[in-house]
């Protein structure tokens, strides 16, 4: 038995938004111009392309610079998987997807030129 049955969350690229999955066509009612498979991992047309990758994912695809956070996920199909992520998490930044930092909404510190880093775990 895998242990981590039945708790493990799959993204959704690797369960049944995969192609040939059940799901394989979910953003096909939204765009035409990129796979889910594409829209999902944000490679093939969208390597190269923040804009259009968090676009599709967050459902704002060509709304302008994507940056109205207050516009993502309003609406089907979107990638809920992320949006559940960002729900649940501090400050609703999290890393759901493939430039999933586009318009600074991951959970992470970028710091470019650090001289120290000082962990403290307690509770």
């Known amino acids: 038995m895998d242990i981590q049955q039945p708790y ?5 690229v690797h369960g049944s ?4 999955g059940e799901n394989a066509n979910y953003f096909a009612s939204y765009t035409t111009a990129y796979t889910t498979q594409e829209i999902l991992l944000c490679n093939e047309k969208l390597a ?3 804009l259009n990758g968090a676009g599709a994912n967050r459902h704002v695809l060509g709304q302008g ?8 996920y309003r609406e089907a199909p979107a990638n809920f998987y992320a949006k559940f992520w960002h729900d649940h998490s501090i400050d609703n930044l999290a890393y759901g997807f493939p430039y999933d930092d586009y318009n600074n909404q991951a959970a992470y510190l970028e710091i470019n030129d650090p001289k ?3 962990i ?3 509770w």
């Open 120 to 122: 403290r775990v307690g």
């Open 116 to 118: 120290a880093l000082i």
């Open 65 to 72: 610079d994507g940056k109205d956070v207050s516009k993502y």
């Open 48 to 50: 190269e392309d923040p």
């Open 17 to 20: 938004f995969k192609a040939g």
């Open 8 to 12: 493990r969350i799959v993204a959704p």
